[in-house]
């Protein structure tokens, strides 16, 4: 069943990926679907962050809705609507902050209280994943270089745990970042 389950995971990622790539609001209600099924998936696997940072996800997918539905102004309007930007340098202290804080709090929960064999790989892409997909609700176009990074280390932990389609998924994933990026930096250009 687990792998019908990565399957059906690795099927709903791709419509997941695919909206992200055009910028679609709807990617976030699919982003309520994967981490769903994902929960179970990494569970199984004993990727307790990744299982945690499914629960994020799910919470984030609604923040996300409503910050691309409402933007700025809380009203549902042109005027109001997030545009994709570049990241604000005055963020990138606090987002660095929030990834080394929680890399070392998530591996030493896995280290301490876990089986964890891969604490340490396991938490550095959990830690990385909560400031993408904050980056992600804000419309900020460098999320896509955070997920290349994220991507290319899951490939070869999902490997390591023998989830091949979701490392193939993954695989994927960084590859469709690059063109993301370049891609979201078009896109920006063109609202201005």
Known sequence: MDNYLEIAGTCVGLIYLWLEYKASIYLWIVGIVMPAIY??????????ADFAINIYYLLAAAYGWLSWKYGRGGKEDAASALSITHTPPRIYVPLCSVFVVTLVLIAWVLTEFTNSDVPWSDSFTTALSIVGIWMLARKYVEQWLVWIVVDVVCCGLYVYKELYFTAGLYGLY?????????????MMEEEK
């Open 39 to 48: 929960i179970f998936v990494y569970y199984e696997a004993g990727l307790y």
């Open 174 to 186: 960084a590859l469709i970042a690059i063109g993301g990026y370049k891609k979201w930096i078009q």
